[in-house]
Antibody, heavy 120, light 110 residues
Framework: EVQLVESGGGLVQPGGSLRLSCVVSGFTFSSYAMSWVRQAPGKGLEWVSGISVSGGSTYYVDSVKGRFTISRDNSKNTLYLQMNSLRAEDTAVYYC?????????????WGQGTLVTVSS | QTVVTQEPSFSVSPGGTVTLTCGLSSGSVSFSHYPSWYQQTPGQAPRTLIYSTNTRSSGVPDRFSGSILGNQAALTITGAQGDDESDYYCVLYIGSGISLFGGGTKLTVL
C-alpha cells in the first residue's frame, strides 16, 4: 500500500523557518518525481514545488522562489521542503504528492497534509 | 500569466450525468498536459480520480471518466450519487516542471 506521511508543520512567526518532511512507503521512491502542493484556508490547491527522480532538477512557483528549497533523500525514502522567510500568505496545509512517473506528469498519490501557520 | 479554468460551481440531480471541464487560458488542453482530476471534501486530502487524461485511479468507480472534449479536459460523472457532492480540481502540466491547478468546481447533488 502506498503511503505518504508528512510532518514538521506548526506555528511560526513571520520571517521564521520550518522544514517539512514526507516519508513514503509502498513504492520505489527513487523512481518517481515528487511535489509539494498547498491549500490555504478556504482556498483551492496550489502547486508549490517539484523535484526530479534524482533530485538534480527542482522547480518552484514564483511566490516561493528564493525562500523554499525542495530536496529528497532516496536512501531514506524522504522528501523535504525547507521553508525560510515565511509570510502570512504561506499559511496552508502542505501536501506531499507523488507524480505518476517523471516530472512531466501529474499526481497519483497524496499524503494527509501538515498545517503550517505563519502568525505573530 | 497562464490560468487553468474550471466552472466555479455545478449542480446535478441524483442519478444524473455531469461533465466538468478544465481549460487553459493560453490555448487548447492536450494529452501532453497530462490532465488529472481530484475530489476533495472539507478537511480531507485530495483523492485522485483520474490521471493522464483518462486513467482511473485504483478503486475509483467507472462512473468517473476523463477525456479531452474539444479544447478542454473533461471529467464526466454518470449516475451521480449524494457522496459525489465535493470540490473537484483539475491540474495541468504546463512544462518546465510546473503544474497548474484550476480553481476548483463545487459540485452539488440535489
Amino acid at each position: 500500500e502506498v503511503q505518504l506521511v508528512e510532518s514538521g508543520g506548526g506555528l511560526v512567526q513571520p520571517g521564521g523557518s520550518l522544514r517539512l518532511s514526507c516519508v513514503v512507503s509502498g513504492f520505489t521512491f527513487s523512481s518517481y518525481a515528487m511535489s509539494w502542493v498547498r491549500q490555504a484556508p478556504g482556498k483551492g490547491l496550489e502547486w508549490v514545488s517539484g523535484i526530479s527522480v534524482s533530485g538534480g532538477s527542482t522547480y518552484y512557483v514564483d511566490s516561493v522562489k528564493g525562500r523554499f528549497t525542495i530536496s529528497r533523500d532516496n536512501s531514506k525514502n524522504t522528501l523535504y521542503l525547507q521553508m525560510n522567510s515565511l509570510r502570512a500568505e504561506d499559511t496552508a496545509v502542505y501536501y506531499c504528492a507523488k507524480k505518476v512517473t517523471t516530472t512531466s506528469s501529474n499526481f497519483d498519490y497524496w499524503g494527509q497534509g501538515t498545517l503550517v501557520t505563519v502568525s505573530s | 500569466q497562464t490560468v487553468v479554468t474550471q466552472e466555479p460551481s455545478f449542480s446535478v440531480s441524483p442519478g444524473g450525468t455531469v461533465t466538468l471541464t478544465c481549460g487553459l487560458s493560453s490555448g487548447s488542453v492536450s494529452f501532453s498536459h497530462y490532465p488529472s482530476w481530484y475530489q476533495q471534501t472539507p478537511g480531507q486530502a485530495p483523492r485522485t480520480l483520474i490521471y493522464s487524461t483518462n486513467t482511473r485511479s485504483s478503486g475509483v468507480p467507472d462512473r468517473f471518466s476523463g477525456s479531452i472534449l474539444g479544447n478542454q479536459a473533461a471529467l464526466t460523472i454518470t449516475g451521480a450519487q449524494g457522496d459525489d457532492e465535493s470540490d473537484y480540481y483539475c491540474v495541468l502540466y504546463i512544462g518546465s516542471g510546473i503544474s497548474l491547478f484550476g480553481g476548483g468546481t463545487k459540485l452539488t447533488v440535489l
